[in-house]
Nanobody, 114 residues
């Protein structure tokens, strides 16, 4: 069982930055592929970025603005978000995946004002 706790969301003006953090419990953090997803009001949850021990993937819509990273010593994954746009407004969820096991955090709200 893995528990994920996100933090770092908030209200920011367009063009601003935020860094989201996701702290994970468990002793096998390094083996998990960690990811960020987001869900805007009235829309489906969408993939933002993911990072495993060997690779990273990122949604084209945030490429060049968002960066995912992880600190295995701290069992934490980060999402650095720069040049934020109003369309980035959503609840951001942390995700941990290892084989068929998938875990989600409770989400953190990011609101970007124009």
């Amino acid at each position: 069982q893995v528990q994920l706790v996100e933090s770092g969301g908030g209200l920011v003006k367009a063009g601003g930055s935020l860094r989201l953090s996701c702290a994970a419990s468990g002793r096998t953090f390094m083996g998990y592929t960690m990811g960020w997803f987001r869900q805007a009001p009235g829309k489906e949850r969408e993939f933002v970025a993911s990072i495993s021990w060997s690779s990273m993937s990122i949604n084209e819509s945030v490429k060049g603005r968002f960066t995912i990273s992880r600190d295995n010593g701290k069992n934490t994954v980060y999402l650095q978000m720069n040049s934020l746009k109003p369309e980035d407004t959503a609840v951001y969820y942390c995700n941990a995946r290892l084989g068929a096991n998938v875990y989600w955090g409770q989400g953190t709200q990011v609101t970007v004002s124009s």
